[in-house]
């Protein structure tokens, strides 16, 4: 049957005029070559933006500008929009050669504010959460619920946008850990994830449920990578979240 399918397909192609059928194969070669191009463009256009989260007042625009200009910028006050800005970071400016810089954004932490992040969730490339070290236990709550969101938005679930905790203001001598922060942060989303699926299976602000059902939450259950580090804005100890945002966006 193969063979007389081949024999019958053999006959048909040698019938087709030869100039039709160089132009049918160039048009084949055309297409495919045009695919191969478009495939090559999407890749080399991945996203370059890293946004800039967590609650008013924990230094995330003192981190954009220690990252943009090496400066604290003091005097900053709390962002009611977004700062943003295309550059390559300030570390990296004596070094030689093409560099490709990053698209950071700083999102307002205002609770009336944080329908912004919407806006630029489908851009990141990755995500810094920054959390204020020193006041963090009365914020621990409100910080988890925050990130809860984010960790549950379906697009930071389905292109698995990688989470930095970032621990701000460690630089302090009563400022919390970096591991202490994490361990709250996970019984606080554990405890969400019990009340929120418990009110309704219909909650539309989450998009997704996080977690591995009938284990204790941490974040190594959650699909796209979560990790933490500690910094201090205003003394410029910037190293850990300049590694995070190179090791996604690479240079």
Not at 75 to 85: D, F, K, Q
Not at 215 to 229: I, L
Request: charged content about 25%; overall charge positive; hydrophobic content about 40%.
């Amino acid at each position: 049957m193969a063979e007389q399918w081949s024999n019958q397909g053999i006959e048909y192609l040698q019938k087709i005029p030869q100039d039709q059928l160089y132009a049918a194969v160039g048009v084949l070669l055309f297409t495919t070559i045009l695919l191969l191009l478009s495939i090559r463009l999407v890749r080399r256009t991945k996203s370059n933006t890293v946004l800039l989260s967590g609650l008013g007042g924990s230094g995330k625009t003192v981190l954009f500008y220690q990252l943009r200009d090496g400066s604290s910028h003091q005097g900053t006050v709390t962002s009611m929009e977004p700062n943003e800005g295309t550059f390559v970071l300030h570390s990296e400016n004596a070094k030689k050669g093409k560099i490709k810089p990053v698209h950071l954004v700083d999102v307002p932490g205002h609770s009336r504010l944080r329908p912004k992040l919407e806006e630029f969730l489908p851009q990141a490339a990755a995500i810094v959460f920054v959390v204020d070290a020193l006041e963090f236990l009365p914020n621990c709550r409100a910080a988890s619920e925050y990130l809860y969101d984010i960790l549950t938005n379906a697009n930071v679930v389905k292109k698995k946008v990688p989470v930095l905790l970032c621990c701000n203001k460690t630089d302090k001598l009563t400022a919390h850990t970096k591991e202490f922060i994490r361990k709250q942060m996970e019984k606080e989303i554990e405890k969400l994830r019990a009340s929120r699926s418990a009110v309704s299976t219909a909650d539309i602000a989450n998009d997704y449920t996080i977690g591995i059902e009938g284990e204790v939450f941490s974040f190594s259950h959650c699909c796209n990578k979560v990790t933490a580090a500690e910094a201090s804005g205003l003394n410029g100890e910037t190293v850990q979240i300049q590694d995070f945002i190179r090791e996604h966006i690479k240079p």
